[in-house]
Each structure stands twice: as C-alpha cells, then as structure tokens.
C-alpha cells in the first residue's frame, strides 16, 4: 500500500513569491491535514480537508491556503512569502489507525 | 496552558535501560492518543496509539493512558542507540480532524 506522497520536497523561493505543495494521501483515506514544523515553534496545525471541504484551520494568516480535489489529493498554498515562512511542511493523511505522514517539504525562503 | 505538554529532554539513557517518557493533556475531551519518533530531518512515524484507559503494548512499546490525570506515557524497553531520536505527542482535541502536538522529547540512548 503507498504512503501518503509530498512533492516537492525541497523548495526554494524569494519574499514575496507564492508557492504551492501537493500531498496525495493514502489510497482509501479522505481526510488530509497539513502542518508546519520549525525548530522554535515545533509542529502546528494548519488546516484539515475532508472530502473536499475544510473542517478545521489552524491559528496562520490568510495567506496560507489549501484544497482537495475529488480523488482526495490536496495542495496548500502560500502568497507573499515571508522568511518566517521557511519550514518542514507536512501532510497526513488519517484513516482507522491514525495519521501517517508525509516526507515532507522543506521550503526556504530567501 | 499549552494543550498537549511534553518535558523537551534531553532524556538519556544508556543501553539496555528503560525510557519512560511523558505527556500531559488540557482537552478531556479528547479520545485518541498517538506517539511519534522523529529522527533529525525526518518526518513523524507512528508508533503507537491508544484510545482507552491501561496499557497497550506493541514489541517493546508500552502506551499508558490515564485519562483521570489526563496524562499518556510511552515505555521503550532495552531502550537501543538507533532509538535516540524526538518522541512527540498528539491528540485530536475533541475528536477534532487536527493532531495538537507537544513540544517533543528528545530522547538520547548511550551505547
């Protein structure tokens, strides 16, 4: 059974750029979230997906976005990059066993 | 009040010996526990789950919950070096679609 797949997984962008990061979850499974990770702030959730809709978000501004396509698949994305915005993002897909994550993708903002 | 609490560590135990690490929860509400081991750039692996009071054990993981203290521990026996690495843990509040996660114990097993 694939895992759930995160690509790319190394950015690297200037300020003020907009990036987008797919996550395709694990075959079967219809909820995917996504999480921030830095080394001050540890993980941080940032939203959830579930058939297409948004449950749940996470305390991150506007610019921070995302969706769910009809096979499950989801992307987020980030407007006018900042530097904070340099991070491990990941995504999990949940299904009976609980949430299994990606790779990740590591975005650096210069 | 943060709502999923872990002591960061480091936590260092020599070989052979049992880790024994710690977390706490605000939400009584919620139902589901997991821990993560995350290796240095890496992502989250599941390594175990729990979803009622007691013990649950998987090889030489045992998770305790005790929803009463609202307290969840995780017990690595024969604790090995390829078991140094952050142990983080989450819960659903509220079974909620989101993983609220503490800060990670760092866990350092000396040969």
């Known amino acids: 059974k694939a895992g759930v797949t995160q690509t790319p997984r190394y950015l690297i962008k200037t300020r003020g750029q907009q990036v987008t990061l797919s996550c395709s979850p694990i075959?079967?499974?219809?909820?995917v979230s996504w999480y921030q990770q830095t080394p001050g702030q540890g993980l941080q959730f940032l939203f959830e997906?579930?058939?297409?809709?948004?449950?749940n978000k996470g305390n991150f501004p506007g610019r921070f976005s995302g969706r769910q396509f009809s096979n499950s698949r989801s992307e987020m994305n980030v407007s006018t990059l900042e530097l904070g915005d340099s991070a491990l993002y990941l995504c999990?897909?949940?299904?009976?066993?609980?949430?299994?994550f990606g790779s990740g993708t590591r975005l650096t903002v210069v | 009040q943060k709502e999923v609490e872990q002591n960061s560590g480091p936590l260092s135990v020599p070989e052979g010996a049992i880790a024994s690490l710690n977390c706490t929860y605000s939400?009584?509400?919620?139902?589901?526990f997991f821990w993560y081991r995350q290796y240095s750039g890496k992502s989250p692996e599941l390594i175990m789950s729990?979803?009622?009071?007691g013990d649950k054990e998987d090889g030489r993981f045992t998770a305790q919950l005790n929803k009463a203290s609202q307290y969840v521990s995780l017990l690595i026996r024969d604790s090995q070096p390829s078991d140094s690495a952050t142990y983080l843990c989450?819960?659903?509040?509220?079974?909620?679609?989101?993983?609220?996660f503490g800060q990670g114990t760092t866990l350092q097993v000396k040969p």
């Open positions: 939400d009584r509400g919620s139902q589901s």
């Open positions: 997906y579930f058939s297409e809709t948004q449950r």
């Open positions: 075959s079967g499974h219809r909820s």
């Open positions: 729990i979803y009622s009071n």
């Open positions: 989450a819960s659903p509040p509220g079974n909620t679609g989101k993983l609220i």
């Open positions: 999990a897909s949940s299904g009976d066993h609980g949430y299994t």
